[in-house]
Structure formats: structure tokens, C-alpha cells
């Protein structure tokens, strides 16, 4: 591999360019923002930061190449043309993971068969003999990706996607992925360094995403890597990650801000609670039953509300006409909290007006195949001679429209 490599890094839709920005921060260079994700160039031990760090990203991929891939024989022919014997052993698993968009075959399961037919029998050919298959935990993974008749192939630094830090043990229904969490986080400005707030907290996501930056703590450093299995790159990728991970440990730093989760579900305060232990931030994040129409007096001097209210009729309560009184009543009881910016994921468009507030700030966010809108509102101003929590930024910065074009996966 060249000392360099060039590396695409996927995202939620719609949080590329938050993502292009926390890859600036680690250290990537020539960063480029493309559709579902961010190109950028990285050696070996700035790719594994970026694996260890990102937030946001959801998987990091070394690609091979791209190739006209017509019928199922333009695409045996395309991937057996790929020097697979660089990449893989005999004593090594691997799996396919296929992705398909608007191509003439109708299954992944069947693309996924004809890549891995095709590396086999090149491996078989060069090597004489083949790696198995692991789908449930390969060395190995392979990425396809078809579009049309256009087949992108690459490897996943990663293995297990990276929203999977290994915290949730306990899910609820509807729960936001990890990295969609820590992207609404970065969209409204949070560092970590004010108070955080999330009144309808579900399995609690939000609040640990938060607690996970306030704490300094990288998201990746209760897992492992694929690469640290890469038959060429393993041992290196396992030193150099080694001192990455120690270095991550000394520097995370004291929560000094309050964390706090609400919800008037039992079952996801549970849920919550669990993933907060497992998170190993039960110190740091307080959570409580509450009803977000009617919270209690929240800490003094402000910080963030952000949350992701139901989209739907769970409530039981009457409908899009119920929603909408249930909205109204939440804009009643959040948009006039005194230094507190309130920021809002919601996948119903009846949500804006009936909050009744002008947001400051919006951007088109996908919530896995939910289109939603994030919604920024400016902090009412603290009375006067209360203080800041810490070093809070007060007011967020605006955020352009951002209107995503394809998913990540
Ligand atoms: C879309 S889920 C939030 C998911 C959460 N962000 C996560 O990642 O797990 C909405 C949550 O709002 C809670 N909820 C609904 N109405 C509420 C209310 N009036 N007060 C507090 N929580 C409420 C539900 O119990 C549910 O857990």
C-alpha cells in the first residue's frame, strides 16, 4: 500500500460536511466532500486515528478501484481483475457486504455471491487454495458497491461499523444511531464544555454521545478494528493502535458540566440506564422520568437542549392531529428557557409550526431511510447576573441548508 492512503469515509446523509470537518481536526489532508461521504488521504496511523476518533463517520473504506461491471459476468470479470492476493491470505476470513442501487440485479444476496465467487477462484488460481468465509466476524470485509452498472469495491478498515461503540445493550424502539447523535451534537455546536440536556432521552443516545465529548473520550476505544486483522497491515495496524488507544485514556478528561436525561417511559429510562453503565459514564450523566411538556426547572445558565421527539403516533394520542398538540405543547414548555438553545431532530413536517418558534437554523439530516429536519432555535437571554455553565458558547453558529443527495449505505 502507498505510504498515503486515499480513504472514503461514510456518513448519515445530510452530515457530510460535519463529517469533513471532524476529519480536518484528525488530521486527514485533501479532504473532499463527496456524495454519502468524505474522501480524504491519510497514513496508516492517521487512517487508524480517524477509525479510533470519528464520531461521526460510519464506516472507513480503502477503495480498490471502480469498474463497468455489466451482467453477471462484467461483474465476475471486474472483481477478478482486482490483485485480491495483496490483500488476502489463505489463513485469513472474509465476507462480502453488497450494496445495490438502481441496478438490473434485484437481490445484494446475489451480487454479494458473485464477488466473492470471483475472488475465490482468482485466490484459488494465484494462491492454490482459498480463505473461507466469516459473515458474521471476517478478517477480512469487502466491500460492493454497485450503481447502475458502476461497481466500486473496497475494504472496510472498520469491520463492525463504527456507530457500534459498543455501549448499547439495552436498544428501544426508534433509537438514533450513535453517530447520527454525535453529528446533531457537532451541527448545534456542543463541545462538551455547557450543560446538556435531552427531555426525551429514549435509550439514551444523545446524552452519552454528549458525555462521550465532554469526557474526551474516544468513541472507538472499547473496540477493535478489522485492519488490526489485514493479513499485510495487521501487526503494524495492532502496535500503532496500541499507542493511539493509551494515549486516548491519558488524555480524557473531568465531566464538569451537568448531563441529564428525561423521559416519561419507564422501560427507556431502564434502557438508558444501562447503556450509561455501559458507557462507563454513569458518574457523569444524570437521568430521571420526566414529561417534556412539563420539565422541571433545568440547571442554571443555560447550555443545550437537544433531542428527537416521536415522529409519529406512539403516543396514542389521537393521530397527526394528537402530534401536533403534543409538538405545541413541547414548544410551549422549551422555547422559552432562558439561556438555553433548544435544538430539534424531527421526522414530522407538521413539527416547525406547530412548536411555534422561528428557527435560527435548520439542515435536511436522514435518520436511515427517514428524511428529517434539524432544527435550531437561539437561546432566550439569561436574566440578567446569572452566569454561563463554564465555557458555554452561548449562541450556536448558523447552519446552511444542506440538502443531501444519496445514503451512505
Ligand atoms: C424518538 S424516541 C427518542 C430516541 C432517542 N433519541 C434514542 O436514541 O434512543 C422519543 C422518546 O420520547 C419519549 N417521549 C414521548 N413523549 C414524551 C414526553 N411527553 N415526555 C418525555 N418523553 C417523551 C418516548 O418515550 C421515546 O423514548
Redesign the pocket.
Known amino acids: 500500500m502507498a505510504e498515503r492512503l486515499a480513504l472514503f469515509a461514510t456518513a448519515a446523509r445530510g452530515t457530510e460536511d460535519l463529517l469533513a470537518e471532524e476529519l480536518k481536526e484528525l488530521g486527514a489532508k485533501r479532504i473532499r466532500q463527496d456524495r454519502g461521504g468524505v474522501r480524504f488521504m491519510a497514513a496508516l496511523d492517521e487512517a487508524l486515528n480517524v477509525c479510533l476518533w470519528s464520531r461521526i463517520a460510519m464506516r472507513v473504506l480503502y477503495p480498490l478501484g471502480e469498474f463497468d461491471a455489466k451482467g453477471a459476468q462484467g461483474l465476475y470479470d471486474a472483481v477478478a481483475s482486482v490483485p485480491w492476493e495483496e490483500h488476502l491470505t489463505t489463513n485469513v476470513t472474509f465476507a462480502v457486504d453488497a450494496n445495490l442501487k438502481d441496478t438490473e440485479h434485484a437481490h445484494s444476496g446475489f451480487v454479494a455471491l458473485k464477488v466473492k465467487d470471483a475472488i475465490v477462484d482468482r485466490l484459488r488460481e494465484k494462491l492454490g487454495s482459498r480463505p473461507d468465509v466469516d459473515t458474521r466476524n471476517p478478517d477480512v470485509s469487502v466491500v460492493a458497491h454497485l450503481v447502475k452498472e458502476k461497481l466500486s469495491l473496497s475494504l472496510d478498515l472498520c469491520g463492525e461499523p463504527l456507530h457500534r461503540r459498543g455501549y448499547r445493550v439495552r436498544?428501544?424502539?426508534?433509537?438514533?444511531k450513535e453517530n447520527l447523535?454525535a453529528a446533531l451534537l457537532r451541527a448545534a455546536g456542543y463541545t462538551g464544555t455547557e450543560a446538556l440536556v435531552?427531555?426525551?432521552?429514549?435509550?439514551?443516545?444523545?446524552v452519552i454521545e454528549g458525555g462521550l465529548i465532554a469526557r474526551k473520550r474516544a468513541p472507538g476505544i472499547n473496540r477493535s478494528f478489522a485492519v488490526e486483522r489485514w493479513p499485510h497491515l495487521g501487526v503494524r495496524a495492532k502496535e500503532l493502535l496500541a499507542d493511539l488507544r493509551a494515549d486516548a485514556r491519558r488524555n480524557e478528561r473531568k465531566v464538569e458540566v451537568p448531563i441529564l436525561g428525561?423521559?416519561?417511559?419507564d422501560?427507556?429510562l431502564e434502557?438508558?440506564d444501562r447503556n450509561v453503565k455501559a458507557a462507563r459514564l454513569g458518574e457523569e450523566i444524570q437521568l430521571a422520568e420526566?414529561?417534556?411538556?412539563?420539565l422541571p426547572p433545568l440547571p442554571e445558565g443555560g447550555g443545550l437542549v437537544l433531542?428527537?421527539?416521536?415522529?409519529g403516533d406512539?403516543?396514542g394520542s389521537g393521530g397527526q392531529k394528537g402530534m401536533k398538540t403534543?409538538y405545541f405543547?413541547?414548544g410551549d414548555s422549551l422555547r422559552a428557557l432562558p439561556g438555553w438553545r433548544v435544538w430539534v431532530?424531527s421526522g414530522n413536517p407538521a413539527f416547525e409550526s406547530a412548536f411555534h418558534a422561528r428557527p435560527m437554523a435548520r439542515r435536511d439530516v436522514w435518520n436511515g431511510p427517514i428524511p428529517c429536519t434539524l432544527l435550531g432555535y437561539r437561546a432566550p437571554p439569561l436574566p440578567p447576573g446569572s452566569k454561563p455553565v463554564l465555557g458555554a458558547p452561548g449562541e450556536s453558529q448558523e447552519v446552511a441548508p444542506v440538502r443531501p443527495e444519496h445514503q451512505d449505505e
Open positions: 436498544p428501544t424502539p426508534a433509537p438514533l447523535a435531552d427531555p426525551m432521552c429514549g435509550s439514551g443516545t444523545i428525561f423521559d416519561k417511559s422501560e427507556a434502557a438508558a420526566g414529561d417534556a411538556t412539563k433531542t428527537n421527539p416521536p415522529y406512539r403516543l403534543f405543547k413541547l431532530l
